[in-house]
């Protein structure tokens, strides 16, 4: 049976407490402000909402560096991260939101001092925001190997040039910098072509092209932006652990992204289970509640089963990431890549059907954590690739 930590358990009913005391209230609000103000920048009551959770020390809580973050392990990250999930606002509140999380993490084991100062300093002080450009629009990008973008040294400086797109978190006014995978030299083993490289968005030949929607949603402030690279140039120094290290560090990136991913997954299927059994009591069609409906007592009985068997999936490959690494672990972690977005997606699914026209429209949160979660099995790798892993791991064994 999994025991949480002292810590962990300690920081579960401090966030518990903040989330129904500061962010469940202030969801409205943030949407009003939103409406009223820069389409493409925070808020005044993130920012409001930031100092609070600064002050309660439930900042950073993702990292395991004790230097950095919390000093947390996976599995005690695990249900403060599904904690956070449940609303959209709240991860980023604590600091804790994709994609500055596995850029923080890149920047903390492969950046240099100078990178550290410069970039994550002011990231783990929530001063600014970060994007991570991987994906390209004229290849399939599930295979990383057929990223084009080029990063070719000259000199004492590299050039850029590719198109990226379905990079989060680009339009916002916040994000100062990005963190770009091309090739930088296609002779070299597969494998081995690619690399990573430090671009602030600022410099001369970033061009943010368009915001990509989402199911007709632009996700604002936050977005995701289709990029061109043109002629870019940056310093040599910006260049991430070496030429050809980009396939390592992805990995040491995606691991603790994709399950963070999922643990936010499992909070959102759980805030829709609790709105499905509401609307269920509540709601009467006729001549009775909606609650003594055989059909939807069987949607509510197999949406709590579906969340446990993904909490429980997701807890192993937390554990297993803490105790025998990620690459031991890359089954488990491919298992609830696919498991957790899915389930997330049936769920809301069916809260969805109880609300009926309610459920697709914006007074509730569910259509728009719909069109959320479906990316979730194109995000860091769709369904079909990671089940690949998991075949080619199942057939492989003696």
């Known amino acids: 049976m999994f025991e949480f930590s002292d810590r962990s358990k300690e920081l579960q009913d401090k966030l518990l407490a903040f989330m ?81 999380t596995g850029n923080m993490e890149v920047l903390a084991r492969y950046g240099t001092d ?43 400086e590299y050039v ?33 072509q690619q690399s990573m490289i430090l671009v602030p968005l ?41 030429e050809g290290r980009g396939f390592e560090i992805a990995q040491g990136r995606l691991g603790p992204g994709r399950i963070h991913h999922c643990m936010r997954s499992i909070g959102v299927a759980e805030r829709a289970l609790e709105a499905m059994v509401a609307r ?32 429980l999936l997701t807890l192993n490959a937390a554990h297993m990431m803490d105790t025998v690494g990620n690459k031991v672990a890359r089954r488990e972690i491919a298992m609830i890549k696919v498991v957790a977005p899915n389930m997330a997606c049936n769920v809301v699914d069916r809260a969805i059907q109880a609300f009926g026209a309610m459920g697709v429209c914006q007074d509730t949160f569910l259509a728009s954590a719909y069109a959320n979660l479906r990316t979730l099995r194109l995000a860091d790798g769709p369904d079909e690739v990671h089940m690949e892993s998991i075949a080619k791991l199942e057939i492989g064994k003696d």
């Not at 001063?127 to 080029?150: G, H, L, Q, Y």
């Not at 632009?218 to 061109?228: K, S």
């Open 20 to 100: 129904d005391e500061h962010i469940y209230p202030n969801e409205a609000e943030f949407k009003k402000q939103h409406a009223e103000g820069d389409h493409w920048s925070s808020p005044p009551i993130l920012d409001e909402l930031k100092a609070k959770a600064k002050a309660e020390g439930l900042w950073n809580l993702f990292l395991p560096e004790s230097d950095y973050g919390a000093g947390l392990t996976n599995f005690e990250y695990a249900p403060l991260c599904e904690i956070m999930g449940r609303s959209p606002m709240a991860p980023e509140v604590f600091n804790c939101s994709a994609p500055d």
């Open 114 to 156: 100078e990178h550290k100062k410069q970039w994550l300093e002011p990231l783990l002080e929530g001063k600014i925001r970060s994007c991570f450009s991987m994906t390209e629009p004229a290849v399939a990008s599930s295979d990383a190997t057929n990223i084009e973008t080029e990063i070719r040294r000259e000199g004492d």
């Open 160 to 192: 850029i040039n590719g198109r990226k797109w379905w990079s989060s978190g680009a339009l916002d006014k916040h994000c100062k910098i990005a963190i770009v995978m091309g090739k930088n030299d296609p002779s070299a083993p597969k494998h081995k």
């Open 202 to 242: 600022d410099t001369p030949g970033v061009k943010i092209e368009r915001a990509l929607h989402v199911f007709g949603y632009d996700h604002a402030p936050h977005g995701h932006a289709e990029v061109h690279y043109d002629n870019v140039r940056v310093p040599a120094s910006n260049m991430l652990l070496g």
């Open 280 to 311: 269920a009591k509540s709601r009467n069609a006729f001549g009775q509640r909606l609650a003594d409906m055989g059909g939807l007592r069987q949607e509510i009985a197999r949406s709590r089963m579906e969340i446990e068997q993904a909490r």
